[in-house]
Structures are given as structure tokens and as C-alpha cells.
């Protein structure tokens, strides 16, 4: 690498940093074409002294989170080194990667793997432009990205599954029971009269016949009211909530979703769009506080005053998606959810930190909700979305705490 970027060699490294780019954001980095840009005239105006400030010039402009610079490094030290070769054995290199076992290595490493194994549309302009190599690798007993989707945790899920996920997301359905309203509807074996109807029949028959009507209360599913966090360590299960939303919003009617991290956003309008994608993107435009800390006790508390009455009525259920882990130290929380749970029929907590089996309500936000729940389940997975839905179908609810001990035994099972 030479201290500056020529004209000569400026379009070959464009198109590097725009394969790069993509490379990232196939890989799950929110890289978009400004960002690529940006990333581009950074190169354009540091240079390039050595391998270590073209890695730290491209680290600037296209990493802004703590999670993201693990994926970042592997996508680096691998696309960098020599793409050649890579694009014909990574599912060899990437295995033998030295990599943070703890900090979800294997699933960067594969994350990574598939991203630069994807069809690249501008592959004609790569770092060399010599014709390419046959190369023969022998590939025997490498690992297979086809696995079980229901029990595999979002956040450890490679592209591929996401997408099997998400399809299998849309097919699932909310069997709320249904529940009495005040209002009658007129039936033929109702155990009420109805007067006004039974007067008109005797109207009809010019008084001579009396001919009794009935009715009976009307029945219909309650309101369902979607609160789902969206802070950096929801980010992921946060986003394959919002494919289930839709789906569930454009099943059945009165179903009203929000989305909170530092504010409050109400998405309901937005998930009413029957394609998937242009309802994501909607929303995507709508929220600003992506991905940023978490402020529960403040949401919770500017829904329970400006949405409150408006969509829990007639007893909705509320699905509360959230790991608890509140920046401001549970400062009001304990109020706000003692409102939120006195305002509606059922408050169900998902929490995704119910995957860990030695999970503990040891957090201050925690410790504030947990009494004021009616069901507390995980949401990882699948199979405990799959298992919510049952759940659902059943009256009463076990409390939070009958929960918590069930999911113990089962955990321990």
C-alpha cells in the first residue's frame, strides 16, 4: 500500500470499499450507501500508510456500536487479505479464524462466511483485476448451515435461518379467547328477551301474536397492545418481532404495536401494509432511537398518559417485550407498571434473558416489574413464540412467579 491514493489505483479501491460495504451489511451492519461514501473520502483524505490505518480510517466511518466490532474485525482481516482466494474456500479459512468463543464467535464467523459467499453485483472491478485462478478445494467434513430452526436462539441464527425464521414467523397466529362485551346480539336460544325486536314482531302481526325474541351478549377478542423494546441489546429479537407483528396485524383487527428505547413511537399504522417490506421500511423511518440505551420506566409512563385509555379498552392484553435492563435505574418504573398492569385484562412479559439457565431477577428494572406481570415466558426462539401462542388460548394465566418456576423446571429438565 503506497501513503496516498492515486488516481490511477482511486477507482480500484472505490470499488473495494463498495464490495466491503456490502460485504458488512449482508453480514448484518446497518451500512448504507452514504456511510460507503463517507468511507470512501475518508480513505480519499487519511491514505494509506500501512494495513493498521486503512483498518482504523474504515473502523471510524463504519462501526458506531460496541457489537459491532467483533463482526467488523473478521470481515477486515479476512476480505482484506486476499478476496481471491476467499471467494472460492471461506467456508474452509473461516472455521480455523481465531475468534472470542465467548462473545458468540462461531456465529460472527459464519455470519461473515455467507455474507462474502453471496453473489456479489459488482464482482467485475475486485482488488485485482488479473484473470482469476481455478482453484480445486477439497471440502470434506465442513460444517452445514442447515439446522433446527425452533429451539436455535435469534442472535445465534446465520442470514439463511433468519430468513427461514421470518417466513415461518408469518404463519403463526394469536388465538386470543374470546371475551363477553356489553352489548347483545340477537340469537334464537339468547337468555334475554328482546323487547324492541319482540315488540316489532308483534307490530307485524297486528297484535293478535306475541312472538318473543331473545338475545345474547356479544363475544369478540380483546384489543392487543404490543410494547417492544428496541434498545442495542434487544436489537435482534426486536427485529424478528416486528415480522410477527405484521403478520398478526394484518390477521385480526385492533392489534396497536409501539416501539420504545429513549421514546415512545406507535407503529400501528405503519404494520397495517400488506407487504412486509414496505411496512419494515416504514417503520424504519418513523423510529429514531434505534438501537440506543433504554428509558422504560419514562416510555411506559408517556403510554400509560397519552395511549392508555385510547387502546386498552374492553380489556386488551398486553405483550410487554423487553429485557428489563433500564438505564435510568428503574426511576419510576415500579408506578408506571403498576398503572399499565391495572389498566388492562393481562400483562404478559417476554424477556429474551430467560435463555440463559442461570437467569436471575437481579436488575433493579427487573425486580420493579416482575410483580406486576400475569405470565413471564421467554422470546428467543421459535419455539417459545410457538409455545406464547398456546398460551394464550388458555384463561387464567399462571402469575409471574408460577411462571418463572415452570420455566426453572423445564430448564433444569
Known sequence: MTGEVTASNAGRMAANILHFGRVLRAAGLPVGTGRILDAIEAVETVGIGTREDLF???????????????????????????????????????PRVRVDRDRGGEMLVRRVAEALQAPDPGSDAGIDDA??????????????????????????????????????????????????????????????????????????????????????????????????????????????VLHFLHAVTNDRDRVHSFLFGTRLTNISRHLRHKDVDVALKRVADAVVDWSGGTRIGLCLDAF?????????????????????LDRDGADGLDRAMDRLHRSCRRLIWLNPLLRFDGFAPKSAG????????????????????????????????????????????????
Open 131 to 240: 484473470a482469476p485462478t481455478e482453484l480445486r478445494i477439497d471440502a470434506t467434513l465442513t460444517w452445514s448451515a442447515h439446522e433446527q430452526l425452533r429451539t436455535k436462539d435469534f442472535e445465534q441464527m446465520s442470514i439463511e435461518e433468519l430468513a427461514l425464521a421470518k417466513a415461518a414467523l408469518h404463519n403463526l397466529r394469536l388465538p386470543l379467547p374470546e371475551v363477553a362485551t356489553r352489548r347483545f346480539a340477537p340469537h334464537p336460544a339468547g337468555p334475554r328477551i328482546d323487547m324492541r325486536n319482540t315488540l316489532r314482531r308483534t307490530v307485524r302481526s297486528g297484535g293478535t301474536i306475541i312472538d318473543l325474541a331473545h338475545k345474547k351478549m356479544r363475544r369478540h377478542p380483546p384489543p392487543l397492545v404490543v410494547l417492544c423494546d428496541i434498545s442495542g441489546s434487544m436489537d435482534r429479537y426486536a427485529r424478528m
Open 56 to 94: 482504523w480510517t474504515l473502523h471510524a466511518v463504519l462501526v458506531n456500536r460496541q457489537d459491532q466490532r467483533a463482526l467488523f474485525d473478521q470481515a477486515f482481516h479476512i476480505f482484506w487479505r486476499n478476496p481471491d482466494i476467499l471467494k472460492q474456500m471461506l467456508s474452509v479459512m473461516l
Open 366 to 413: 427487573i425486580r420493579a416489574m416482575l410483580p406486576h406481570v400475569d405470565d413471564f415466558r421467554p422470546a428467543h426462539n421459535l419455539s417459545s413464540l410457538t409455545t406464547l401462542t398456546e398460551a394464550l388460548g388458555t384463561s387464567p394465566l399462571p402469575t409471574a412467579e408460577a411462571s418463572l418456576r415452570a420455566w426453572r423446571e423445564e430448564a433444569r429438565q
Open 304 to 324: 400509560n398518559r397519552l395511549w392508555g385509555r385510547r387502546v386498552l379498552a374492553q380489556g386488551a392484553v398486553v405483550l410487554l417485550i423487553t429485557d428489563g
